[in-house]
């Protein structure tokens, strides 16, 4: 097994064409080995084995410096680079995270999770080398659904100005998670279509030199161009047509579905931990969108690059038609997109992971809320339950879109709320709202949600108690409940419990009201404590006898972490709230 002897890129320099096409069969066995046991990035992996191979091959890593962007098509970079235990044998699996990682790898430059960036960044790495007058080569590597983020157009701009040893790797697979939207796509595809010869070339246009390759699982070809445009003194984009999901017939057939997955039976496909359910906040929003458009067409789905996330899959898109938008991987767009069509008598709906909406800050404050723009944003994974590797915490979103002001930011606790929050959102014109999804699944009350949410910052009061309030947002109102039975039943204390639904305002009148019989309020937020939630409840009894307790998540930059431990950390289990209540009443 060729694998088993590659220790470091150097151990490809010798290797035979032959070699290396055996070498590229044996990674997609144990990628697809790794990927069906653990999970991970399916398709752009399985797409760039021979990319990768040829790259290392040719290059001289980690002197030559090797960026790419997102990073979740680095696994093959990772076997290459001294990495290739945490694929081979499964008790090391854990071992490497999805992304680049400098602590990882001198072969790694950053932690990246976020798109777009690559050449950004290698714009960097190359403006740096130019100062010391040194003359390694400087790679960017961006898939074609990349591109159509706004930063990567700012460093293809800054890349054909700088006028140096840049070498940008176009890896266009005709995809991003799903198709691609947009105008450049056209010229891409004539670019395909004319093997690299349309008159229209955008690469050039922007001032680079350009090199493409028909086939990019072609080895032999690939080595000649990467070969051709080492070490040279300008900026040059490489465009390399490849197949995403390229040696497994299911990624192949079903490109989107095998972006990303969780463990799967290698020999059907069928997901491992698949039961049916379509008991989802992502599919139930895009069924409940879909009816909204059937009865109101100025009703319009947002999506920017991850239409899943808001549940509209290819079919739920083709029946839409006019009335979803996907703009690509360009959430600044987003936001201002609907903000436009909000203020032109539109009613816009824009889902966004958590992670993605922290890239459009400005337009947020600027482009959204300065203008008071009646748009919704229904922002998902927005939990210490979603996504935990570090580019991808969701876990900011309270204290960024809390304090812009005109924002009303909503918690709904269960389907109910939720659907309930989302009508109002989308109907009224007063606000824009954004509304966090629960991250812990489906949650039914069973009862209708009838709260008028245009009188705002209004708490409810679910549980009458004195001497200790427990004021539980969102998706820790469950843990909010067990903590005021555990008291009660355990410790004689009747609590109060508090559903507020909205994470901006106060409700100053229960806020005061609540002095006259309890001595403890107790604050509990699926998020980061700083700048959130708690601390505004905590600014409000500042000056009063009132005894505040924030729970929330310490701010650190977090990586892997498990949930429940997590949770113990930061003091969020029901037995250790307890205990500090207990500590200060008693």
């Not at 279509?193 to 690469?203: L, V, Y």
């Not at 038609?321 to 996907?326: E, H, I, R, T």
Request: glycine share 10%; with cysteine.
């Amino acid at each position: 097994m060729y694998l088993e002897k590659i220790n470091s890129p150097e151990d490809l320099k010798n290797l035979s064409l032959d070699d290396m096409n055996v070498l590229s069969s044996e990674i997609r066995e144990v990628l697809l080995k790794k990927l069906s046991e653990h999970g991970g990035h399916i398709g752009p992996n399985l797409g760039i084995v021979e990319i990768t191979v040829a790259l290392h091959h040719v290059f001289n890593s980690p002197k030559d410096k090797i960026v790419y962007d997102v990073s979740h098509q680095s696994y093959i970079h990772k076997m290459l680079t001294g990495r290739k235990e945490a694929f081979i044998n499964s008790e090391k699996y854990d071992e490497v995270s999805g992304y680049s990682n400098p602590e990882e790898s001198k072969h790694d430059f950053f932690n990246i999770g976020h798109t777009s960036t690559s050449i950004s960044l290698a714009c960097g790495l190359a403006k740096a080398r130019d100062l010391k007058e040194e003359n390694d080569n400087v790679i960017a590597i961006i898939g074609d659904g990349s591109l159509s983020g706004g930063e990567a157009y700012e460093g293809l701009n800054n890349a054909a100005e700088a006028g140096t040893n840049l070498i940008i790797i176009v890896n266009d697979n005709d995809m991003s998670i799903a198709e691609n939207y947009g105008g450049l796509y056209k010229n891409l595809k004539a670019l395909r279509d004319t093997e690299g010869k349309a008159e229209c070339n955008f690469f050039k246009a922007m001032g680079l030199d350009y090199q493409y390759v028909k086939d990019g699982h072609d080895i032999e070809e690939l080595i000649n161009v990467f070969n051709k445009v080492k070490d040279t003194d300008k900026p040059v984009v490489v465009h390399i047509h490849t197949i995403k999901g390229k040696g497994f017939e299911f990624a192949e057939k079903n490109k989107e579905q095998w972006h990303w997955g969780m463990p799967f039976v290698l020999e059907t496909g069928e997901s491992k931990f698949s039961n049916g359910s379509t008991k989802d906040y992502g599919n139930l929003t895009g069924e409940y969108l879909l009816e909204a458009m059937k009865e109101d067409h100025k009703v319009v789905a947002i999506a920017s690059g991850t239409p899943a996330v808001i549940g509209f899959n290819s079919d739920r898109r083709k029946e839409a038609g006019k009335q979803f938008v996907d703009v690509g991987i360009a959430e600044e767009h987003a936001v201002a997109l609907a903000s436009g069509i909000a203020t032109n008598g539109g009613k816009p709906v824009y889902g966004v992971y958590s992670t993605f909406l922290q890239r459009t800050y400005d337009q947020l404050s600027q482009d959204l809320c300065i203008n008071n723009s009646p748009a919704v944003i229904a922002v998902f994974a927005a939990s210490v339950y979603g996504m935990n590797d570090v580019t991808h915490l969701g876990l900011y979103d309270i204290g960024m879109m809390s304090n812009i002001p005109n924002m009303i930011y909503l918690a709904p606790t269960c389907k109910e709320e939720y659907f309930s929050m989302l009508k109002w959102g989308i109907n009224q014109k007063d606000h824009p709202v954004a509304i966090r999804v629960p991250g812990l699944g489906v949650v039914e009350s069973g009862v209708e949600d009838k709260t008028d949410y245009s009188k705002l910052n209004k708490y409810q009061v679910t549980k009458e108690g004195k001497d200790v309030a427990v004021v539980a947002l969102g998706g820790f109102y469950k843990l909010g409940q067990t903590v005021v039975t555990k008291l009660s039943e355990e410790h004689g204390i009747d609590a109060t419990l508090i559903n507020p639904k909205y994470i901006t305002g106060f409700d100053e009148e229960l806020l005061e009201n609540l002095k006259k019989e309890h001595k403890l309020v107790i604050t509990l937020e699926d998020g980061i404590l700083d700048g959130g939630f708690g601390e505004k409840i905590a600014r409000y009894y500042g000056s009063s006898d009132m005894k505040i307790l924030n729970y929330g998540i310490k701010k650190e930059l977090l990586d892997r972490y498990v949930p429940a431990e997590l949770m113990k950390k930061n003091r969020l289990t029901d037995e250790q709230i307890v205990e500090d209540v207990l500590s200060i009443i008693k």
